[in-house]
């Protein structure tokens, strides 16, 4: 299915006020976002702290919203083989890790040691660390050294290397697999900015739709998650 609504060429020009207006754009209309979050919470209290922890330090997590999301499709996935590109402290991992079940594991990987000290203290306090592996260091080259085949692929790292990541998840993601990129509506600047990461995510965006080995929808939750089914 071809993708053709975020030519560069066919996005009017917006004046400098529209441009900073769009870019702070609500993705859900905020009584209906506000709804959402009283309805789907983080269903351990562990999960709570983890959610409070990033909420007060302003870390970019994927919120309860996206994360039952995630669970949801990995249990009706039956997923065991899980690769997380870019983890942060753990967030989207815990909601993969109670999802996979005893045997399985979710692969991740993190730029920065102390995320990787906090997200190792958490999983240790849930008894689920023996769930999850964890990588210090660049997402792809890490998620390089795993032959896979894995049955999801997050990918939640800086959207400039989106492209490449598709590339890797191309040749990791089994048939009937699903590909997860996070902030594919990213705050809105699709529709008027034009800088690297934005021109990444559309460039994304349009492989994805225009790949043949991929359906792919688009789920306005949170920031934008494109969900890609592996086909072919």
Partial sequence: MKFDACADD??????????NRMSDLEITHPQIYAYLEKILTEETPLLREMGAYGR???????????????????????ASQILELGSGFGYSA??????????????????????VDRARDYFTRAGLLDRVEFNVGDALTRAETYPGPFDIIFCDIDKHSYPQALALARAKLRVGGILIFDNMLWHGRILTENDADTRAVLETTR??????????????????????????
């Fill in 207 to 232: 492989a994805l739709f225009d790949a043949n080995e991929f359906f792919t929808t688009l789920v306005p939750l949170h920031d934008g998650q494109a969900l890609a089914l592996r086909v072919k």
């Fill in 94 to 115: 815990m909601w993969f890790a109670l999802a996979v079940g005893a045997g399985g594991k979710v692969i991740m990987t993190e730029g920065k040691q102390a995320n």
């Fill in 56 to 78: 007060a330090q302003n870390f970019p997590i994927i919120g309860a919203q996206v994360g039952r999301l995630f669970y949801f499709l990995a249990r009706a996935l039956q």
């Fill in 10 to 19: 066919k996005r009017p020009r917006q004046t400098s006020h529209e441009k």
